[in-house]
């Protein structure tokens, strides 16, 4: 899917680039701190006035000046003098420590002894020590946490370099689909893929854009698609349980002019009628019509391309937070199709993590409910016993 | 902080409901499916018929009729019949399993070799099975994703009964601190807190709202505080970075009537200087000053508390995906505070897991940014040797 190119990028203020990834390397201008500052609230020194201090032999050192925050002290510090210094005080000049509190005794007048010798640059955070004037800050392609947001504004960047949050039309189609209002005839069901791959989208960080469902006809799909294609940087379709219905998402696709069917049918599963294609540089992933075979495959193929077009790297999906833990009941999988195992999570008080197979027939929803994560089990392998140490993908 | 009262509910919309947290027992009064559907494509067969059936002796069926998606059948199966399903195509009476596809040949005329024997119920979802009528569907307490939505959307639950969000007044204070459109004078620091607190308190579902910088002044910090207390659920203060100004926070919180200092000052590292204070059942954080420790603090207390307000269970923070890492270099701490220690994450390709300490002054942004996570070091410990296996909250 990395053939397709990424959106294009705007500008956004530091207070809506939560979950964003950059889009260019960002460069601080300044270093931070532009001053040395102490860390902690005690007494700014010259280092080599402590060397040999102890609490039985302190050293006397004398303070000629209180730090206050907010300014650049404006004392330069001689050979035995000190300041009073608060946590985040500017050091002056002629200091290039900090002594705690801790470590020191009033002694009468304004002297203090201090306990403990310390090293130059001890309770210090140097000019520049956390980042340099010309250093990135942030690299293009990584997600903007708190942290990063914190750091880009003790920098004073304000105007976020992001790519487009991805619009994605979510059409269900079948005829056998009534939207969720609705009470289902004998036979219909209710539309789940359009709620539930929409607030995949969403988590994402892409926009769905809502359609109405489509029955199994090709005209009505070909608009309908159409005006995804109009509307949406990529369209998910999700339906086509049956030979029929499939055959007929990839026929509307195909007579759409310089469409290009890339695949159909993949060898996973849940999933294999999977669908991806090609139109003028954008995509269209044909979900199967199944909730659990269509949140699984997006999780697997949309998760990871949404992610990609907004500037993160593209990775293998299922995406999510990965960890190892220890197979509670074997799993059993077929040779030559990649398979996705809903496993349930648990810790003991020791640390030990436990993968538990969810019980139940692949189709139910309610095993994705129960389900904490997904274990992969590679094409080639015939599954994984009780006991081995798996990868689950949490979400 | 669990003395603290959770807000009060509200019902949204299924499409607007992700990520926040059931404030109910959610109830479904449907089964699911509501009638027996195939999983595959195949025939729908009395499971009887086909014992015994092999490739060398195949099973002899009669294919009386073919289900249509969005149908009951109107036919009924007797001995010998089979009928032709869609994959999710809802059984015809008397049928009681499906035979796929893959396993039956045509036998000319309306007649089919069924090649394997197949049990009662298999390839079927049987009415019922997913849900059934009066069944817990999604527990109170829990947070709704794409899968917990799709299976509301597919029994009809479109009202969902959440907590509101919280909304948190977002107060940063300091005599040295600017806004971050400003240029700091000398001496003076950008307000890192306000962006990196608000952040994450997005991140966790709750709504900040952004208030302007306080200098360490009592009226001022004073009606601010009032301020915030009268438009949010709860006011989170950072600033006071050294002892004076520490000492202002809580002078001006105690001087609310009814207010009570629940902590001030914690054993954690960094973190130190937090305080807890409630007024009139809302709760007030004051944060350290220092981005890092203020952000720190914020994972460990407001995070949780966070969730918990909106109906999640009170767990202990740091919040994150917890997994267990090898860790690549040793952690020593200090016997008498909870420590966190900021690491990075890596993985071998054979999926071994490494945690690595973040090289750094503790009060270094930028180490923030370079960690995926924190190991936290107990009250009573003195550490971790490189090769121990830790559990990392990654973010």
């Not at 801790?102 to 000019?127: D, F, K, Q």
């Amino acid at each position: 899917m990395s053939g397709f190119a990424r959106l294009s990028t705007e500008h956004v203020s530091l207070d809506t680039a939560l979950h964003r990834w950059a889009a260019v390397d960002m460069i601080s201008t300044e270093d931070l701190p532009e001053w040395a500052r102490s860390t902690v609230d005690g007494y700014a020194v010259r280092a080599e006035d402590t060397f040999g201090a102890s609490d039985s032999i302190p050293g006397f050192l004398e303070v000629t000046a209180a730090v206050e925050m907010g300014r650049i002290p404006d004392t330069v510090l001689r050979a035995g003098q000190a300041a009073q210094i608060p946590t985040g005080g500017f050091l002056p000049s002629g200091a290039d420590a900090v002594v705690m509190m801790e470590y020191t005794n009033h002694a009468g007048g304004s002297c203090i002894e201090v306990m403990r010798p310390i090293t130059v640059g001890a309770n210090v955070l140097e000019r520049g020590e956390d980042i340099k004037s010309g250093e990135t800050v942030v690299r293009s392609g990584k997600v903007l946490r708190s942290q990063e947001l914190g750091l880009l504004a003790a920098l004073g960047i304000d105007r976020i370099p992001v790519y487009l949050r991805p619009r994605v039309a979510v059409i269900s189609t079948g005829d056998e689909i009534v939207s969720i209002e609705k009470k289902p005839r004998p036979g219909q069901i209710r539309d789940a893929n359009s709620h539930s791959i929409s607030a995949l989208v969403s988590a994402s960080g892409a926009d769905p854009i809502a359609f109405d469902i489509i029955p199994d006809n090709a005209n009505m799909l070909s608009s309908s698609l159409e005006r995804g294609l109009d509307l949406g940087d990529l369209v998910v379709l999700s339906g086509g349980s049956s030979v029929g219905a499939r055959d007929l998402m990839v026929d509307v696709v195909s007579s759409f002019e310089g469409a290009e069917i890339m695949a159909h049918g993949v060898a996973i599963r849940p999933g294999k009628p999977t669908m991806l294609a090609g139109w003028k540089g954008k995509a269209i992933l044909g979900l199967p019509g199944h909730p659990v075979s269509a949140l699984i495959v997006a999780q697997v193929f949309l998760v990871p391309f949404l992610r990609y077009l907004q500037g993160c790297g593209l990775v293998k999906g299922p995406l999510g937070h990965r960890m190892n833990a220890e197979l509670a009941s074997s799993i059993h999988s077929t040779i030559g199709l990649e398979e996705f195992i809903r496993v349930g999570l648990t810790r003991t008080a020791k640390g030990a993590c436990f993968a538990h197979p969810v019980f139940g027939k692949s189709g139910m929803l309610s095993t994705m409910v129960k389900a904490d994560g997904l274990v992969v089990v590679p094409i080639n392998t015939e599954g994984f016993a009780r006991g081995d140490m798996v990868e689950v993908v949490s979400w």
